[in-house]
Nanobody, 115 residues
């Protein structure tokens, strides 16, 4: 069973930047797809970005141009660099993985964008 542990959330002012990290354990193979979802208060969980092993990242329209998703620091680690953050980016950010159809979720890390 894949375990995902996120870090890097916190409070940031509008226009600021934040980097989230996610490390996967419990698997030797390189995970097929990893990424991030977020859930704002009172809203459904939505995709932020994902990346296929050896491929390019794909972004939600709302985050395109303001975020960079990368894999590194170990084959099953992903980083989400976010900039020009807005109050509407506030929410719980969840690391996600899909390996051969097995879906795993992290426990989430809170990101709050507020002055």
């Amino acid at each position: 069973q894949v375990q995902l542990v996120e870090s890097g959330g916190g409070l940031v002012q509008p226009g600021g930047s934040l980097t989230l990290s996610c490390v996967a354990s419990g698997i030797i193979d390189s995970i097929n797809v990893m990424g991030w979802y977020r859930q704002a208060p009172g809203k459904q969980r939505e995709l932020v970005a994902n990346i296929v092993d050896g491929g390019s990242a794909r972004y939600a329209e709302s985050m395109r141009g303001r975020s960079t998703l990368s894999r590194g620091g170990g084959k099953n680690t992903v980083y989400l660099q976010m900039s020009s953050l807005k109050p509407e980016d506030t929410g719980v950010y969840y690391c996600w993985s899909n390996h051969l159809g097995q879906i795993s979720w992290g426990q989430g890390t809170q990101v709050t964008v507020s002055a």
